[in-house]
């Protein structure tokens, strides 16, 4: 079945403690993103990937990392926590034809920072 | 920096009656997508619209796009219950692969 995998789906953490929210795809996209939502806020994108080892900023990348190692995996480190980075948190990813394909979402990642 | 923005943010409806959600952009953009969110739930995709003009539809919901405006329109024909939902539009620059979304359009259709 084609799919997004994140993992986990539920964390709660401490501010500092580093963490690793994984993000995996089967279906060979080479376009992969992070998006935060927040309430009133909508999604909010923090990075992208185009392609292995091409990676962007999106609107809000500050107190976030991430790698593109493998075209399937495309993990989201926050390297110290704070807890306005409590939020959800979804991974997506597309074919990329140069723009213009939807995005398929994993199920998403609810934070919690204490 | 793109700004995308939906109106109403919240609509509650009855069934059969038809409404249409806008979403407006800051700039030019000619790759326009919507999504639907349930509850708890992960987004899907609705639409993808890629030029000016462009109509789709399905089912009850019918998108369109005016680049020269910028604006969307997600119109809703005899709602029903199932069409209860978070409604997003999103925009890509046609510079780039930067996605912005709106703030979302809460829809409730009520018996």
């Known amino acids: 079945e084609a799919q997004v995998t994140q993992n986990p789906r539920y964390l709660i953490t401490v501010t500092g403690k580093k963490l690793t929210v994984t993000c995996s795809q089967n279906m060979n996209h080479e376009y992969m993103s992070w998006y935060r939502q927040d309430p009133g806020l909508g999604l909010r994108q923090i990075y992208y990937?185009?392609?292995?080892?091409?990676?962007d900023k999106g609107d809000v990348p500050e107190g976030y990392k991430v790698s593109r190692k493998e075209k399937r995996n495309f993990p989201l480190i926050l390297e110290s926590p704070s807890p306005n980075q409590t939020s959800l948190y979804f991974c997506?990813?597309?074919?990329?034809?140069?723009?213009?394909?939807?995005?398929?979402f994993g199920s998403g990642t609810q934070l919690s920072v204490l | 920096e793109l700004k995308v923005e939906q109106n109403p943010l919240f609509l509650s409806m009855q069934e059969g009656k038809n409404y249409t959600i806008y979403c407006n952009y800051s700039t030019t953009s000619d790759r326009l997508y919507w999504y639907r969110q349930d509850p708890g739930k992960s987004l899907e995709s609705l639409f993808v619209l890629l030029s000016n003009g462009a109509v789709k539809q399905e089912g009850r919901l019918m998108a369109s796009l005016d680049t020269k405006a910028r604006l969307s329109t997600l119109h809703i024909t005899a709602a029903v219950h199932d069409l209860s939902a978070t409604y997003f539009c999103a925009v890509q620059e046609t510079s780039g692969s930067r996605l912005t979304f709106g703030e979302g359009t809460q829809l409730t259709v009520n018996p």
């Open positions: 997506a990813s597309s074919p990329w034809t140069g723009g213009g394909e939807k995005l398929f």
């Open positions: 990937s185009m392609n292995v080892e091409v990676t």
